[in-house]
């Protein structure tokens, strides 16, 4: 069964601290890994998408890497706009063109001043 | 170019009414898709449509109907609401990466 699973479920960091969040999957072919943010209120914002084990993307404070089984997100000195729920996907091998996305938890980062 | 749009953004309603959540992309994608987001459960496919004309279920479909009018446009029904249909409701679409609207929160009393 496809699976997304993201730790740690809450993520409080001071200015400056940098750190990073979790995103483990199974599935049967990876066709895609993706990466969201979502603020309050709002729909998610589409981050990065990484395809093979070895890639990474970066976007400003925010980089994502990608294994075999588990993909990063790392945040280097993190400002408090970046405080939001981080949404990590993966694209299963039917449904929709090119697949359906099957979505973890989210991770809730806040950065206080 | 205003990506994916959801109406309505808030609704209330009683158990046993029936309303329709509608969606429109103008990004000439030829998938979309209705996710909801509840605490703690993350977002779960309802239903999605890989193309005009074709709509298929997705992980949690019961209690909900769709019509994919065009290539544009994609509704969803809930013919007789209940309380555990409390929720935000997101419209997406896609080619190779997933666009969502700005949601719709639904509360059934």
């Known amino acids: 069964e496809d699976q997304v699973t993201q730790s740690p479920e809450a993520l409080r960091l001071q200015e400056g601290e940098s750190s990073s969040l979790n995103c483990s999957y199974t599935?049967?072919?990876?066709?895609?890994l993706f990466w969201y943010r979502q603020d309050p209120g709002k729909g998610p914002e589409f981050l990065f998408t990484l395809y093979s084990a070895g890639e990474e993307k970066e976007k400003e404070r925010l980089k994502a890497t990608l294994t075999k089984k588990e993909s990063f997100l790392h945040i280097t000195a993190p400002k408090p706009e970046d405080s939001a729920t981080y949404l990590c996907?993966?694209?299963?091998?039917?449904?929709?063109?090119?697949?359906?996305?099957?979505f973890g938890k989210g991770t809730k980062l806040s950065v206080k001043p | 170019n205003a990506g994916v749009t959801q109406t309505p953004k808030f609704q209330v309603l009683k158990t046993g009414q029936s309303m329709t959540l509608q969606c429109a992309q103008d990004m000439n994608h030829n998938s979309m898709y209705w996710y909801r987001q509840d605490p703690g459960m993350g977002l779960r496919l309802i239903y999605y449509s890989a193309s005009e004309g074709t709509t298929d279920k997705g992980e949690v479909p019961n209690g909900y109907n769709v019509s994919r009018l065009n290539k544009r446009e994609f509704s969803l029904r809930l013919e007789s609401a209940a309380p555990s249909q409390t929720s935000v409701y997101f419209c997406?679409?896609?080619?190779?990466?997933?666009?969502f609207g700005p949601g719709t929160r639904l509360t059934v009393t």
């Open positions: 599935v049967s072919g990876l066709r895609g």
């Open positions: 996907a993966v694209r299963q091998n039917y449904g929709g063109s090119q697949g359906n996305l099957i």
């Open positions: 997406a679409s896609s080619v190779r990466q997933m666009h």
